[in-house]
């Protein structure tokens, strides 16, 4: 019994974290998941708490908990992975899955936290790195989307969690995310604004990490694109698509390509 144990737990951690084909399409798999439960989040955090909702939530809580579960069961140092703040968010999300039928959207908006799944997998990157030449030419660029991407989401949820109702005008996730917006640009119109001590260090936090993700993205796509390729000589890691020779030091660099025809 012990030594099936074992062989269930080495598939299930060559699914994770090997290198076949089959691996790939399962992580592949996993991010299309990541993808979809994290739209179906973002799309019914402003709906009230149906049945139907409710129905849906339990199947996503179930396959998330087996992720979760499974992640936890291959890990070695189980408290380093309990630590992770990826795992912190997909259990804050099986805690809003199970209070929201009780306490309502206010908590279940707490979902939006499993957008902190996307992309950010080592084994992920290595795979899109792999695969797809589109996403290793603008990997930065990509990356820096998706991060400004989930904090716009992510302090959307927390604005509406900790003054939704609280606030003149911000009574529900659309307009979490239309002050959200409107402080991460700078713009200010005006018509919603924090005036509480907590609202205000919201909306500091939303201005300073907003814009230095948004500068971020803008240097990603007009920076030409760089390739990451560590020189063996002096280390240097980041180099010209068509670079034969590092900048650096000069040493002769052997960067795999498509070749003439891709």
């Not at 399962?26 to 993808?35: E, S, T």
């Not at 049945?51 to 908990?65: A, E, K, P």
């Amino acid at each position: 019994m012990v030594k099936k144990d074992r062989t269930v737990k080495d598939r299930i951690r060559l699914l994770y974290n090997g290198q076949s084909k089959r691996a790939t399409r399962f992580r592949y798999g996993l991010l299309a998941f990541d993808a979809v439960t994290i739209m179906f989040f973002i799309g019914t955090a402003p709906l009230p708490m149906s049945v139907q909702l409710m129905l849906v939530d339990v199947v996503l809580g179930i396959l998330i908990l087996a992720d979760l579960s499974a992640r936890m069961w291959i890990a070695t140092d189980r408290l380093r992975f309990l630590r992770q703040v990826y795992v912190i968010a997909d259990i804050a999300v099986l805690a809003s899955l199970v209070l929201a039928p009780l306490m309502g959207q206010t908590l279940g908006v707490l979902r939006v936290l499993r957008a902190l799944r996307l992309i950010h997998s080592y084994h992920v990157l290595r795979d899109l790195r792999r695969d797809n030449r589109f996403f290793r030419l603008h990997e930065d660029a990509i990356v820096a989307a998706v991060n400004l991407f989930v904090f716009v989401f992510m302090m959307t949820a927390v604005v509406f969690f900790l003054r939704g109702g609280e606030e003149p005008g911000l009574t529900s996730y659309v307009d979490a995310l239309y002050f959200t917006v409107a402080a991460l640009t700078t713009t200010g119109f005006g018509d919603i604004v924090l005036s509480s001590t907590t609202g205000k260090v919201l909306s500091v936090v939303i201005m300073v990490f907003g814009v230095a993700l948004f500068m971020r993205l803008a240097r990603a796509i007009f920076v030409p694109a760089k390739i990451k390729y560590k020189c063996p000589e002096c280390g240097l890691s980041r180099h010209d698509p068509d670079a034969i020779h590092c900048k650096h030091c000069g040493h002769e660099l052997k960067i795999e390509t498509e070749g003439a025809g891709a």
